[in-house]
Structures are given as structure tokens and as C-alpha cells.
């Protein structure tokens, strides 16, 4: 099993409508929770942290943490074309090594 | 501020070769970190620093890398002897307070080892 799973998609999503990206963890001791975006051919670049069990809210992001069930999922609402790229889901331990994985990412492509 | 900047931003080179990428952080930031990018192993992350004093190169493949961070505002990481397999873009990334955090990337090296 995978420390950090994602689907690789492609996700194909309409314009106008919500995307929903999700990522599952291994690892219980797991304390921070990242999203990073990542066009193609480019660096990633984080667009929402996340700490604690709930919901964060940024604009046109949400992000949702569950940790008894190891999840954290990704909802962008009112999906534009320049939301196409992947997302890359970061979970860190903090232990007496920290560690940072990432996922190998979900590729979103919002249709016009 | 600049951002993270990252030289080369290509470099291609023949197996056997030493390659040198380099890397400097955002002025002020405390961390400094490493990675790999493969379409095979994805996202990787091979060394971090804290005040330019390495902390965890446990991802680190083998002997043939090495990093060095002699000052606050400059890195390396170095390839020696390079392989084709060592072909993948690096990136540099660096935080501001603490280690993973808000980290911001620079815009890779895509390095190809023939």
C-alpha cells in the first residue's frame, strides 16, 4: 500500500461545476495535510494547507480533513479552464525524523 | 522577492559525468529542500536543510549525490558519476519557518543523463 494514494484521473469536469479531488493516507501519526497545484511543465505550488478534522474554506477551494478515516479531499467549485492541471496531495509526520510524501497527483481537465 | 531560483534550467549530459545544479532560497527562509520528479516515482523529496545544517538526507539515492549548503542563500546538489537513470527534473524548494510548511518552488532543472 501506498503512504499517500491519489487517482490519477484524469478527472474531466464541466465548466461551471464542482470538482472534487480526494487522497487517502497510510500513516495515522500523519499532522499536516497539503494541496499543491501543478500545471504542466511547471512547479508545484501550494493552494491550501489544512491541520485539523473539518473543513477550510479559500475562495473558490475547500478543503476536507478526516482523520479517522485518513482522507483529505479537495473541492474547487465553479471549475474554469485555468483550474486544468494536477494537484498533489503532501502529508507530513512529524516524528523524530519528519517526513513530507506526496501523491502522485490527480490531473483535472475542466471542459468548456 | 524572486522567488526561489534555480540554474540551470536544462542541462543534458553524457553518463559518467558530474552535474552540479544550484539553488538559491527565497532571502530569509530557514529551509531548504531538495526533490525529484519522475513520471515513474513522482515527487521525491532527497535532502532538507534548516539554517544551511543538513537534517534528513535519507531520501538521498545513493553515494553519488551530494548536497552542500554553504551559506543562507545558496545550495547545491551534485551527481557523481551522473547515470541515465538519474534523468528527472530536481527541484529546489524553500520555507520560511518551519520544515514543509508553505513551501515555495523554484522552477526546476530538467536534467537528462544519455
Known amino acids: 500500500q501506498k503512504e499517500v494514494e491519489q487517482n490519477s484521473g484524469p478527472l474531466s469536469v464541466p465548466e461551471g461545476a464542482i470538482a472534487s479531488l480526494n487522497c487517502t493516507y497510510s500513516d495515522r501519526g500523519s499532522q499536516s495535510f497539503f494541496w499543491y497545484r501543478q500545471y504542466s511543465g511547471k512547479s508545484p505550488e501550494l493552494i491550501m494547507s489544512?491541520?485539523?478534522?473539518g473543513d477550510k474554506e479559500d475562495g473558490r477551494f475547500t478543503a476536507q480533513l478526516n482523520k479517522a478515516s485518513q482522507y483529505v479531499s479537495l473541492l474547487i467549485r465553479d471549475s474554469q479552464p485555468s483550474d486544468s492541471a494536477t494537484y498533489l496531495c503532501?502529508?507530513?509526520?512529524?516524528?523524530?525524523?519528519?517526513?513530507?510524501?506526496f501523491g502522485s497527483g490527480t490531473r483535472l481537465s475542466i471542459r468548456p | 522577492d524572486a522567488g526561489v531560483i534555480q540554474s540551470p534550467r536544462h542541462e543534458v549530459t553524457e553518463m559518467g559525468q558530474e552535474v552540479t545544479l544550484r539553488c538559491k532560497p527565497i532571502s530569509g527562509h530557514d529551509y531548504l529542500f531538495w526533490y525529484r520528479q519522475t513520471m515513474m516515482r513522482g515527487l521525491e523529496l532527497l535532502i532538507y536543510f534548516n539554517n544551511n545544517v543538513p537534517i534528513d538526507d535519507s531520501g538521498m539515492p545513493e553515494d553519488r549525490f551530494s548536497a552542500k549548503m554553504p551559506n543562507a542563500s545558496f545550495s547545491t546538489l551534485k551527481i557523481q558519476p551522473s547515470e541515465p537513470r538519474d534523468s528527472a527534473v530536481y527541484f529546489c524548494?524553500?520555507?520560511?519557518?518551519?520544515?514543509?510548511?508553505?513551501?515555495?518552488f523554484g522552477p526546476g532543472t530538467r536534467l537528462t543523463v544519455t
Open positions: 503532501a502529508v507530513i509526520l512529524y516524528s523524530s525524523a519528519s517526513k513530507i510524501i
Open positions: 489544512i491541520y485539523s478534522n
Open positions: 524548494a524553500s520555507s520560511l519557518v518551519r520544515a514543509f510548511d508553505e513551501q515555495y
